[in-house]
């Protein structure tokens, strides 16, 4: 097994590509906007990814490449902000942000052919854009937003239609990780602690005293999380009630986390 880490470079250049197995070391790519930093990225494999591209607060960039980052077609969209993306499979994905207008809402996007089409599907918050969304699978889901004041982490079972709120703003939610539709991960409270649950967030608690800018689990039991600050890795073995250093080169702040696994 074959673990490629990609950590993806927020407010950077994008400098990765994934055109062959064979290839070692970074390859400097091209970007659709290269005046506008890049909020997220994902890859559903090695070839077909997304990254979004925002201008605060009134244009927003979803941009697919299907050649390993080569070339990139873009889709615009006019009074978003747009600052996550999540892919479940090949056609169904989200993406979230807010929408400058006079109240500015958390807005939620969906599309259901790989990106080809977009369409708003529900505003879950007043006034606040949302930081970051994931879904385990089409139908449950969860945003968050950081915000001290109507801030807090939502969960849907409806595709995004509807949310309850499961986290208030004292949490200050900013980064969300699901295994499953039952366990996951939030990292809150300025980025401080991580929150566990087991039972699809109806309950969180903290494993242990560890924090930190963006956490991804491969299992129930591995995991990585990047140290506050973005100065250090971390990994645990047994679901984050334990965590010991990674040795490499401290990432960069703001960078995300992401695994792929390639079987031989």
Not at 34 to 53: A, E, M, N, Y
Request: aromatic content about 16%.
């Amino acid at each position: 097994m074959k673990k490629l880490l990609l950590l993806e470079l927020c407010f950077l250049f994008l400098t990765t590509t994934f055109q062959s197995d064979n290839m070692t070391g970074w390859v400097q790519q091209t970007i659709p906007r290269p005046d506008l930093v890049i909020s997220d990225l994902q890859f559903l494999d090695s070839l077909t990814g997304f990254i979004v591209q925002s201008r605060n607060p009134d244009t927003s960039f979803i941009s697919k490449t299907t050649d390993g980052g080569n070339s990139w077609l873009s889709t615009q969209f006019i009074h978003q902000y747009f600052t996550s993306i999540k892919f479940v499979d090949n056609n169904t994905g989200y993406c979230v942000g807010g929408e400058n207008s006079p109240y500015a809402p958390g807005s939620v996007f969906r599309t259901t052919n790989g990106g080809s089409n977009w369409f708003l599907v529900s505003y879950v918050t007043d006034f606040i854009y949302l930081n970051d969304v994931y879904f385990p699978n089409k139908d449950t889901g969860w945003v968050c937003c950081d915000f001290v004041i109507g801030g807090g982490l939502w969960r849907t079972t409806n595709d995004g239609l509807s949310w309850q709120l499961q986290m208030n703003d004292s949490y200050n939610p900013s980064k969300i990780f699901f295994i499953n539709s039952n366990t996951g991960w939030v990292i809150g409270n300025a980025q401080t602690k991580l929150y566990k649950t087991t039972n699809c967030g109806v309950n969180w608690f903290l494993p242990s005293n560890v924090g930190g800018t963006d956490v991804f689990f491969a299992t129930l039991d591995t995991g990585w999380i990047i140290g506050g600050g973005g100065n250090d890795l971390n990994r645990t073995t047994n679901g984050g009630y334990n965590w010991f250093s990674v040795n490499i080169t401290p990432p960069p702040a703001e960078s995300r986390l992401f695994f792929i696994y390639n079987r031989r």
